[in-house]
């Protein structure tokens, strides 16, 4: 009775906590942040309106078109496209409209500047795949009308500015064509359309661009072919080079004539420099080739004849031509010195002439300057000023005025790859902290604000004291370790291959470091960035040591090109050491052992199937030697459909004598049938996920035994042809079959399908169940599924005396080889959303009850109970079963709009979602990445061990005062009663 | 708003047009058998899901009170000619999202701004954006059974199921599949307002009562002032002895307890 009284209590809470995760709107910003960014820039265009506040439009890497505030660089308004529909070429059309070409150029959309709402969409079809040209020019009228001039799949377009009507279109349909240029001279109705054609023929199409009528046609074949792009040098003048890299071509076809000129390079420079390649560039007059080592900027006078005008070996980046008057250009020119850049502007007739040089300091730490947009203003004495806008090689964006960096924007945090998480250092006397505590009084005053803002007495102007007085509480950022474990540092690897540290109190950057080990050298092409893992995480032997992240990277895009590790400290951001690896890295299997300076070992496994152990010392090894046959891992093939486990043998044998690699021999594998079954998804529990109990008490004082295994594997397959975008199948022919799989023996122990289902599927692992978001063709709805999975082997551990006498089995040895006696459990709903990812909350001990993470389609993260997901909910529970929690079935999962935990914001183009526990057993902290970062603390069954934020310290003081009034007032109460009473 | 929604205007028209048709002719036929096609779906789901079967009946009763009132039906089901048939065997999808005025009224998206609104097709495989008069359109979207879903902060959408016919271009159905009504036309509405933040109740009395320390006070009041008036109603007799009793234990009484009791 005691028990069910006290699972009543329970209830009694739990009830009171339907909408787990909620928030007032004043809370929004103290325990979480947002960050907007938008990516890698690849283009930008000025907004010369003389009117209105200065903006830039951007399209980005990142699929984003932005406008920035040329100020300050903040976003006005932002949108990210469809990951098929990527951004070819943006324009300002009419001075108030974005027009952006993308989808390959077959979707045309103007967007309105101020406010970013779409205007028009146009959609292009053509004959066949071109290169696409956007070109807006500014004279050219058809009834008041201003044209657009689109080039796309092998189409030429005339598209009105206003409503997107395509005025009238002109197809190329000669089979080898292939489009180089599309020119508007200006001051004239004709567009030319410059091209090759069957490798070693220049065509000119010259068209009338009232009606897109064929005015000429002429062509000029070439014996040595050409390669690669063309340069524009004037509007009647193209440069190419020839096949063979060496030979510049001079191409005119001024009056529809084409006369050319050849100039072999060398007779330009001297000494030979291999073959070169031209660098686009739309300052006329002026092209640059670029060879392995050297730039040489070349000037074009009169007819074709050639002359170097510049010959450098810096990295150097040039910005297009910006027309400041009417027949004068202008462009910039950034080279590199050590710490510094040198910035040039230059008219284009005069090379030796600068507009403007200035010199900024550069961070080190932003590598070298990727791309340069120029722009121009009129200063006060009415003479030329310019600012640029350059792109760093970490991604970043900074705008540069009169030799000082005006702002800057992280966009490199817009494609994050992987996350760790590090400890802050321990607060010592030595280490300073960010701000003494205030008084007294002030914090009494604080608090008796709070009071009146609870009582609602307090006035607009308190209100806005208490709000900034909460979001600005040094406590959350301080540089040091803190009881709760709140305060932590996000290591993030980004795409540019920088490592950045993020405090998880506001989110400022701490440090970022570019990778060295990720430049561009001689022995490593393409490096691309591939894991983070904490290689040092001191807790008990070395204290004195940093901690430190390991990042894995390989030189190019294909699995088997060598690896690199670096290791970089997160204190201080500095690269340790970095090893270049003459093997390549596969797999990365993290062990669970670390050696005597609390070093993580790490299994890296190679092309040719050999494991190699790090870190390469003795007491790793002498560790390692001692687990070797109880280490397994499994390896996913998704083409073939294989999943197979491997177990170590021996040293390796070999050239490679070396004792820290060995040799690795396959145990098992499982072949999907590939007619029938193509895998989608795998997933498996996160390695550091702790779980408190194994026992489940249900409701009739039974216990079930979860099957707690951290080899297990879940693996969903689909019908091959079910494999695409919904809508190409149907449910007849499609199927996802769902599997559990013991990764040690290679045991299927569980097996069941979804007929009529299709991916894609998202899944999450943790203790001993599983969920998984697929497609329902049938319904034409997501379904969820979970599947719990129980041991059956310890089922009759319940008789207490059993226990007590130790007659019990619940300390045999588990081994894996032994078949397992398990039951699963599972039920399926119905949801709404799409996903694009999903994560389940994890804290400190694993007793708090579970939340799953869902991040939807509309990138909002939903916090959504394990209750709901339980396969024991039934549509009328028993007493007994509503006491225990269980809710009764519903066919789909409720949406709860306060259980969003990224409230009224977007986690723009999210890609994944991480927790982390914090000390706290109540609270997990959440970090939701994808162009935008989000971050916030979550309590899934509210902060039941400590106090909240929002505790009023002021009244419980008060209650107290008025408790030890009333306490006086009634002794003396009944002190005069008593004396009353005496006297009677 | 006059210029960009030409080619919109332009399927308005064929719209309406291939309605009127369509109620002339073998509507009722049509529609009766998608419903069918639907109810039985549901059949077919609740056979083998099993558990699942008791939790889904309202769509069936929906269906099948549908399929009695046919004046009903009309106005629920009627092929949506929001699709105009492009080259190779590829289609356009034109819809329209309206978002009525009484809502939004608190404000994320504030009416009539809908350049954060987003149309996701199939789970995000086509994005597109909203003009300003909430017309969308998808273009060279191939034949078979789509889903459209709208995402806008401060409302809640239904996914879509659109299916684009092959054989008959022009033919074909929009449902909402989270109350599997038909759409006679491709106009999506959010289902509701979305509110992501508790809102803090006003200070009243009563809340501070309810709360734990309120309840506290509220006892120990009672247990102060009703405690004297019970003991008044005992018996004078009963009393002395029961007082008798206690000074012979000696329990303190809260007079005694306190530096001020000590005198007596």
């Not at chain 1, 205007?119 to 004959?127: A, D, F, N, R």
Request: hydrophobic share 40%; charged share 20%.
């Amino acid at each position: 009775m005691a028990i069910r009284s006290f699972f009543l209590f329970i209830l009694f809470f739990s009830s009171s906590l339907s909408p787990v995760f909620s928030l007032y709107e004043d809370q929004v910003g103290l325990m979480d942040w947002h960050q907007q960014y938008i990516g890698k820039v690849k283009q930008a265009v000025f907004s010369s309106q003389r009117a209105g506040r200065k903006r830039v439009v951007v399209s980005t890497e990142e699929n984003v078109i932005a406008s920035l505030d040329l100020r300050h660089g903040e976003i006005f308004w932002r949108h990210l496209l469809g990951a098929d529909d990527v951004i070819d070429g943006i324009d300002i059309g009419l001075g108030k409209y974005v027009i952006t070409l993308s989808s390959g150029g077959s979707i045309l959309r103007s967007w309105n500047l101020p406010d970013g709402q779409m205007v028009w969409e146009s959609s292009l079809q053509g004959p066949k795949h071109s290169k696409s040209f956007l070109l807006v020019p500014t004279n050219l009228k058809f009834d008041k009308d201003n044209l657009l001039v689109v080039f796309s799949n092998g189409r030429l377009h005339a598209i009105s500015c206003i409503d997107g009507e395509v005025l009238w279109k002109k197809d190329f349909e000669a089979e080898s064509f292939e489009v180089q240029q599309v020119i508007l001279p200006p001051g004239s109705d004709l567009i030319h359309v410059v091209g090759f054609a069957a490798l070693s023929q220049f065509e000119m199409y010259q068209i009338n661009a009232k009606n897109g009528e064929l005015l000429k046609h002429e062509s000029a074949s070439f014996s040595s072919g050409f390669s690669g792009q063309v340069s524009l040098v004037s509007t009647e003048t193209v440069v190419a080079l020839d096949s063979t890299g060496s030979i510049l071509l001079t191409i005119s076809f001024q009056d529809g004539k084409i006369s050319s000129q050849q100039t072999p390079i060398s007779n330009l420079v001297e000494d030979s420099l291999g073959p070169a390649v031209i660098i686009p560039s739309s300052v006329s007059g002026i092209f640059a080739i670029k060879t392995d080592a050297v730039t040489i900027f070349i000037r074009v006078i009169g007819k074709g004849n050639l002359e170097v005008v510049e010959k450098t070996t810096h990295e150097i980046a040039v910005s297009d031509a910006l027309s400041i008057s009417e027949d004068q250009q202008a462009f910039a020119l950034i080279q590199h010195a050590s710490s510094e850049i040198h910035l040039t502007v230059k008219l284009a007739h005069d090379w030796d002439g600068n507009l403007l040089k200035e010199s900024v300091k550069m961070d080190r730490q932003r590598g070298l300057v990727h791309k340069v947009f120029i722009n121009n203003y009129i200063r006060t004495d009415r003479s030329y000023g310019f600012r640029v806008l350059i792109v760093m090689e970490d991604h970043s964006l900074l705008l540069l005025q009169q030799g000082e960096i005006v702002w800057s924007r992280e966009d490199g945090l817009a494609s994050i790859i992987d996350v760790t998480t590090s400890e802050l250092p321990v607060e010592r006397d030595g280490v300073s902290v960010a701000k003494v505590e205030h008084n007294l009084f002030e914090w009494l005053k604080g608090h008796m604000l709070k009071l009146k803002g609870t009582l609602m007495l307090a006035s607009p102007e308190d209100m806005a004291a208490i709000q900034s007085m909460r979001l600005k509480s040094s406590e959350k950022s301080k540089m040091t370790r803190d009881h709760n474990g709140f305060r932590k540092l996000l290591i993030v690897l980004t795409r540019a291959g920088k490592l950045f540290a993020l405090h998880t109190g506001d989110g400022r950057i701490v440090w970022s470091y570019l990778l060295r080990s990720l430049h561009k050298s001689e022995a490593c092409q393409s490096p691309i960035g591939l894991n983070l893992y904490q290689w040092q995480v001191p807790h008990h032997h070395a204290m004195d040591e940093n901690p430190s992240v390991l990042v894995v990277s390989r030189c190019g895009p294909s699995s088997d090109t060598s690896g690199v590790l670096s290791f970089v400290d997160t204190y201080t951001g500095k690269e340790l050491s970095s090893l270049s690896l003459d093997h390549a890295v596969v797999q990365v299997i993290p062990l669970p052992y670390t050696d005597s300076t609390e070093q993580r070992l790490h299994l890296l496994i190679d092309a040719d199937k050999h494991a190699h152990l790090y870190p390469k010392t003795s007491g790793a090894l002498s560790i390692f030697k001692r687990e070797f046959s109880n280490i397994y891992w499994y390896s996913v093939e998704d083409q073939n459909g294989i999943i197979k486990g491997h177990a170590l043998k021996c040293k390796c044998t070999g050239e490679v004598a070396d004792e820290f690699c060995f040799d690795t021999r396959d145990l098992w594998s499982v072949v999907f049938p590939s007619e029938s079954e193509k895998t989608i998804a795998t997933v498996t529990r996160k390695l550091n996920e702790v779980v408190h109990t194994q026992a489940k008490v249900v409701a009739d004082q039974d216990v079930m035994y979860k099957y707690i295994s951290r080899n297990l594997l879940f693996v969903a397959t689909v019908a091959p042809k079910g494999s695409g975008e919904i809508g190409s199948v149907t449910p007849e022919e499609s199927w996802l079959v769902a599997y559990l799989i013991d990764t040690v023996t290679g045991r299927i122990l569980h097996r069941v399908t979804h007929h009529g289902s299709q991916g894609p599927v998202h899944a999450v692992f943790s203790e001993n169940w599983v969920v998984y978001h697929y497609f329902n063709l049938r319904a034409h709805r997501y379904e969820m599924s979970v599947i719990e999975i129980y041991d059956q082997s310890r089922a009759d551990n319940k008789d207490v005396w059993k226990l007590v006498l130790g007659k019990h089995n619940l300390t045999s040895p588990i081994s894996l080889f032994s078949r397992p006696e398990v039951i699963t459990k599972s039920q399926s709903y119905f949801f709404t959303h799409s996903l694009k990812a999903i994560a389940v909350t994890s804290t400190a001990k694993g007793i708090t009850s579970k939340q799953l993470l869902l991040g939807t389609i509309g990138d909002q993260v939903l916090a959504l109970d394990k209750r709901f997901l339980d396969p024991r909910r039934t549509v009328n529970p028993t007493q007994l079963e509503k006491e225990e929690g269980i809710i009764p079935l519903t066919e789909s999962l409720p949406i709860i709009p306060q259980s969003y935990v990224t409230h009224a914001l977007r986690v723009e183009g999210l890609r994944g979602i991480i927790t982390v526990p914090a000390k706290l057993e109540s609270t997990t902290l959440v970090f939701a990445h994808g162009v935008d970062l989000f971050f916030t603390q979550l309590a899934p069954s509210r902060t039941y061990d400590s106090l909240t934020e929002d505790f009023s310290y002021a009244l419980l003081l008060i209650t107290i005062v008025a408790l030890v009034a009333a306490i006086f007032v009634t002794w003396r109460l009944s002190e005069r009663k008593e004396l009353q009473e005496k006297w009677r | 708003m006059a210029f960009s929604c030409k080619n919109s205007s332009k399927f308005n028209g064929f719209s309406s047009c291939i309605k009127m048709v369509m109620v002339g002719t073998s509507t009722i036929m049509m529609q009766q058998r998608t419903l069918a096609m639907e109810a039985s779906l549901c059949v077919k789901k609740s056979k083998k899901k099993g558990a699942d079967s008791v939790t889904r009946p309202n769509s069936q009763i929906s269906a099948a009170m549908a399929a009695v009132t046919p004046l009903l039906l009309l106005l629920l089901l009627s092929s949506a000619p929001s699709f105009s048939s492009g080259s190779r065997n590829a289609y356009n999808i034109n819809g329209r999202v309206k978002i009525p005025q009484g809502l939004g009224t608190k404000g994320y998206a504030l009416p009539g701004r809908m350049s954060n609104v987003k149309v996701l097709l199939n789970g995000g495989q086509n994005i597109t954006f909203l003009r300003p008069d909430g017309y969308f359109s998808f273009h060279n979207i191939p034949a078979g059974t789509h889903l459209i879903e709208v995402s806008a902060i401060g409302y809640f959408f239904s996914p879509v199921r659109v299916d684009v016919s092959a054989r008959n271009p022009g033919k074909v159905q929009a449902a909402l599949t989270e109350n599997r009504k038909g759409l006679s036309e491709l106009v999506l509405e959010p289902l509701r307002e979305e509110q992501y933040y508790e809102i803090r109740e006003p200070f009243s009395i009563m809340s501070l009562l309810k709360s734990p320390m309120g309840l506290m006070v509220g006892f120990m009041l009672a247990v102060a002032f009703l405690m004297p008036k019970l003991v008044e109603n005992m018996d004078p007799e009963e009393m002395r002895r029961a007082q008798e009793e206690m000074r012979s234990q000696g329990v303190p009484s809260l007079s005694s307890l306190l530096p001020g009791g000590a005198r007596n």
